[in-house]
């Protein structure tokens, strides 16, 4: 394993097991993986091989059975207890946008520098830049339920982007949408990635999305989850949406298509 | 809904015919006056009320239990609500105490508050909250309760405290189920003052209610009727009054 304070994100033998009314659930098995700083890594897998739950347990939502995680050098769970200074590097996005219906769009944008304490004009400030950045400018004063569900998402894109921090975790965060907007904003969220210049894990089950957006792409497979291949991507950026016809992305796409039915 | 103004015209058209068969049928059926009275002798009856400032006595004085008894649900409602919801341990111990009190048919206790805070204001306001405490309370705690679970991950990501995560989540997210809590509660609020009236006292709009009946001013009476009707509609559209203004927010605020 490498230094880990030099990385963004390592994983040394993270393990999880879900105890519910019958037996004990594995849904993780040992999982070691180093993201590093500025790094975009696609998590890639059928429905049960515990990429959701990998996520979950890098954004400190879940504390892992066994195991470290380490973020930006810091240690998340240390004696049982969360490490806040180390869930503060990491921005959410969800699947849903989860967007607070009674705030306006500046005011959800601007809800985690509430959460800290900075003066409402600085963080409106800062809510007007954000919306400018991921495209949503002008509609700071709407109620979420008045947008539609691509710009909800980008909304939740600059929620998780407010306060800066190291690392975006996205879990299948354009599921919801349909393939055009799906495509737009695979092509915004790179834009926004080479702009900030984050580190990014980035959960999905379409194969099409984890060979546009990855660096490196971790393929898991089911029961327990476990990490099944590593693949680098490399294809020159930015990438634009024909690169999907070059024979390297098809082939590439063929090859995960492949493993992904074998071990499903 | 796309026609907005529809209600406007046909709430006025639908209770004109109302009143016209009413008056019709009295006519044509030639009903006793003391069974059912013409409309328009309720309504001259009506204005007989409004303009006797002793009637307007007896307005305030209902109104201000009303008030008084549903302000006191509201605080003891949404408060517990709000307890009970965060607290399971709680909610699970208190709620067959919670359920039993609200089977218990509440206008039996009547009687024991008039022994208890006499035949004054007091006893009203009582019956008023006791009644309208209910509704308030299990909606608040509905609200509480039903919190998203992705709106949850949200503030759990942001490493919010206790209190950002109930004053910025869950009290918002309660705030409709309270309004509607209180819709229902203000209303309960009217009738718990109407009938403890009726039961003890010597003021308020359940107390001329009374008073007309054993008069046999059986026009006076509808009069009455009536005008507890308006002073229910005022309370209720308050409440929707006060929606517009705290959730502009919900889905129900929608095209309006």
Not at chain 1, 100 to 120: C, D, S, V, Y
Not at chain 1, 129 to 153: D, K, N, Y
Not at chain 2, 96 to 116: S, T
Request: net charge neutral; aromatic share 10%; proline share 5%.
């Amino acid at each position: 394993m490498s230094d880990p304070s030099q990385t963004g994100i390592a994983l040394a033998g993270v393990e999880k097991w879900y105890r519910t009314r019958g037996e004990p659930v594995h849904a993780l098995a040992g999982t070691d993986l180093d993201v590093a700083r500025g790094e975009m890594v696609v998590l890639l897998g059928p429905s049960g091989c515990g990429k959701t739950t990998l996520l979950r347990m890098i954004g400190g939502l879940i504390e892992p059975t066994s195991g470290t995680i380490h973020v930006t050098g810091r240690n998340l769970w240390q004696a049982g207890r969360r490490q806040d200074a180390a869930v503060a590097e990491m921005g959410m996005v969800f699947q849903e946008a989860n967007l607070f219906p009674w705030l306006t769009i500046a005011q959800n944008i601007a809800l985690p520098l509430e959460l800290r304490g900075m003066p409402k004009a600085e963080r409106l400030e800062r809510a007007e830049a954000l919306q400018q950045l991921v495209g949503i400018a002008g509609f700071g004063e709407r109620w979420p339920r008045e947008l539609s569900g691509g710009m909800r998402q980008r909304a939740a894109i600059a929620r998780a982007l407010s306060y800066d921090p190291e690392i975006l975790l996205m879990d299948e965060p354009f599921g919801a949408l349909d393939a055009m907007t799906r495509d737009a904003m695979n092509l915004e969220l790179q834009r926004i990635w080479q702009a900030t210049g984050k580190t990014i894990v980035l959960v999905t089950h379409s194969i099409t999305e984890a060979v546009f957006l990855a660096d490196r792409i971790v393929l898991l497979s089911p029961r327990p989850g476990r990490i099944d291949t590593v693949v680098q991507v490399d294809l020159a950026r930015p990438r634009l949406l024909d690169v999907q016809a070059e024979p390297y992305f098809q082939q590439l796409a063929v090859k995960l298509r492949h493993r992904l039915e074998e071990i499903s | 809904m796309n026609k907005p103004w529809l209600p406007w015209v046909t709430t006025p058209l639908l209770l004109a015919v109302f009143f016209v068969v009413w008056g019709v049928y009295v006519h044509v059926a030639q009903v006793n006056a003391f069974i059912l009275p013409s409309p328009m002798s309720v309504f001259s009856a009506w204005a007989d009320v409004i303009k006797d400032p002793r009637a307007w006595h007896h307005t305030a004085v209902t109104v201000g239990e009303t008030l008084a008894g549903f302000c006191i649900a509201v605080f003891i409602g949404v408060g517990g609500g709000v307890v009970l919801g965060r607290a399971r341990w709680l909610e699970a111990t208190l709620n067959p105490f919670v359920v039993g009190l609200q089977v218990v048919p509440k206008v039996a206790l009547i009687p024991l508050f008039i022994v208890w805070f006499g035949f004054g204001p007091t006893s009203k306001i009582i019956v008023s909250a006791v009644i309208a405490f209910f509704p308030i309370l299990s909606n608040t705690l509905l609200g509480v309760k039903s919190v998203h679970a992705g709106h949850k991950d949200v503030m759990v990501s942001l490493n919010a405290s206790r209190w950002a995560v109930f004053r910025r989540l869950e009290l918002p997210n309660a705030l409709p189920y309270i309004l509607t809590g209180m819709e229902v509660g203000v209303v309960l609020a009217l009738i718990g003052a109407i009938v403890g009236e009726f039961l003890g006292g010597n003021q308020g709009l359940g107390y001329l209610l009374v008073a007309k009946m054993n008069a046999y001013e059986t026009d006076m009476l509808f009069a009455v009727i009536m005008h507890m009707t308006v002073v229910g509609f005022i309370f209720y559209f308050s409440i929707g009054f006060l929606r517009r203004v705290l959730i502009p927010w919900h889905e129900s605020m929608e095209h309006r």
